[in-house]
Each structure stands twice: as C-alpha cells, then as structure tokens.
C-alpha cells in the first residue's frame, strides 16, 4: 500500500543516507538558466556541494524553469545542501544580470522516497522529463541530465552512478545494457502524481513500514533501550565473528551483513544513528544505509530470514 503522511508546511524529515526527489522552480514560472553558461555554473555548485556535505546525486534534470535531482543526504540535512545551492546560484545570476530578488519560487519541495522500492523508478523519471516535455524523442538527445554519463558518454564527476548500474550487473556493459532497457520500458510513461505530492503529503514515498519506520526514526517516539556497543557484541557473535574485524577494511558478505544488522537494530531502537554506526565501523553512511535496505527486502522475502532477524533481535533489544 502506497503511503504519503503530512499536513501542510510540516518540518522537513532528515534520516541519514536517505533519498529524495528534489524539484526546484522558477519564481512565478520564470526561466532559471538564461544561458548555458548559467548551467555549467549550478554543475559547479553542485561539485563543490558534494564534495563539502557528503551527499550523492543520483539524477539530475534542468529545464527551462526548473529542475529535478535525486540526492542521497549523508550526515547534513537535506535543508543546508538545497539552501546553500539555491542561495549562491541565486546571487551569481542576479549579479550579473544586475538585479535583486527570488530567482526560485519559495522553498524546494522534496518527497523523500524508500530508496529500495522507488529509486531506480525516480531516476528513470527524472531523465525522461524532457520526452514528457516534449523536447527530445530520446533522453541522450537532451544534454541537461544525468542520462548521457550513465551512457558513458560525458563525464560528470558529482553524479552517483555505480549504485543505479550495479542494480543491472556487475561488468560496467552489461550494466548499461540494462538501464537503457530499462529506460525504454518506461518512455511512454506519464507524470507519476507521487514523486511531486503524493496522495496528502509531499514528505513521504513508501509503503507503510516504511513510513513508520521513518517517522519513529525522526519522531522522538521511541527511546534508547540498548546500546550501540551491546548490538555490535552480540551480532557478531551471532554471525561468529570478532567485533573488530567489523571495522576491518573489505567487502566480505558476513561482515557486511553483520553491519546492515546492528545499523538496522540501531537505528530502530534509537541507539545510534546511521551517521554513528557508520562512524563506529570506518564505513560511508550511504553505502551502511544501502546494506540495511538490503538487509530489510530480504526480511521481507524470506521467512526464514525473517525469524532468524526477529529471533536476534528479541534476545538483544529489550522493551522499554
């Protein structure tokens, strides 16, 4: 069941390594970029943003008056990043062209999105825009999106890629065999209401758990029962591993899993945040947060999986 929750102007929701579709617009449908060089500077902006915050971007699309992004915050909110692109492109265009005033139309709307289930969907939908628009007939034909470096046909060194890619295969070909594929499965796709509003409220794309996931993540509804360094004990003597190799360098499939777990727990129980337990473990917190939706589709798709999680679980986090 699709759910979307929130009343109007409601506080924005920040949960570390999560994603988001962000759309930018013109002050009462003005045009943002009124030259090319104009979007080579927001390139610019957006670099250095990634390199100073420590977010991904996985899509981006530049209209004539507005824009899409699909960005994977890390430790600093959502709210920091936008407003510190909004505000220095905002003042490199007035001052050129010799005026005061909004470039944009209020504040930037955003729908953070459940990464696992609807971020391949949002990053096809952010590079078709132009077909939608009717400016292109194919996506590479337009130049002001992240379609053409997922093709290997530009560079753009602050766009994400690896993550949408590693979803069609391994070796870098096969991969983009199967994001083109998956790109022509979706041309004749309309506007999709849920990626800009939703049913009620813009805050929220996901199914029910994961929505009320997030909301005890960033309500304060829930308090600490368990400490992060009991979690990282306890799980890797399930797993039969010593604590400290947790924290060793390498792609192991025991390891990781045991990591996705204690973020997992952590994060549920309140008692650490993504941004800690990647911290406690020398990992990226976007990488940990893709562990740990892994680690929550498979509970989904398998029982057995499921118990074992839920059995884990039970021994280590008591109520409060």
Request: aromatic letters at 8%; hydrophobic letters at 40%.
């Amino acid at each position: 069941m699709l759910v979307c929750l929130a009343m109007a102007r409601k506080p924005r929701v920040h949960l570390a390594g999560s994603s988001y579709h962000v759309m930018l617009r013109g002050n009462g449908g003005q045009e943002i970029f009124p030259q090319d060089e104009d979007r080579y500077h927001l390139y610019l902006l957006l670099q250095e943003g990634v390199e100073r915050f420590g977010h991904r971007v996985h899509a981006f699309c530049l209209m004539t008056n507005h824009l899409h992004l699909a960005v994977q915050v890390a430790d600093v909110p959502l709210s920091k990043i936008m407003q510190n692109v909004s505000f220095r492109y905002t003042r490199w265009v007035n001052r050129r062209e010799k005026r005061s005033g909004h470039l944009f139309q209020g504040r930037y709307k955003a729908v953070l999105v459940d990464g696992e289930s609807y971020l391949l969907e949002l990053v096809r939908y952010i590079h078709l825009n132009p077909i939608r628009a009717g400016l292109v007939r194919e996506p590479e034909a337009y130049p002001w999106s992240g379609h053409r470096a997922y093709l290997g046909e530009e560079v753009v060194p602050w766009l994400t890629t690896d993550w949408v890619l590693g979803r069609f295969g391994k070796r870098r070909d096969v991969a983009r065999r199967g994001y083109v594929a998956f790109m022509k499965a979706g041309v004749e796709e309309g506007h999709r209401g849920e990626f800009h509003r939703g049913a009620t409220d813009p805050r929220l794309l996901g199914d029910e758990r994961f929505t009320e996931r997030v909301l005890a993540e960033t309500g304060g509804v829930m308090r600490p029962v368990v400490k992060l360094e009991e979690l990282v004990e306890r799980v890797a003597g399930a797993y039969g591993i010593d604590p400290l190799a947790l924290s060793a360098r390498g792609r192991q499939r025991q390891p990781a899993e045991a990591r996705a777990i204690i973020a997992a727990f952590a994060t549920d129980a309140r008692a650490a945040t993504l941004t800690e337990v990647a911290r406690r473990f020398d990992r990226d917190v976007a990488t940990l947060s893709e562990g740990v939706q892994r680690v929550r589709l498979r509970a989904r798709n398998s029982v057995a999986f499921r118990a074992r999680l839920e059995e884990l679980r039970a021994g280590i986090i008591r109520k409060p």
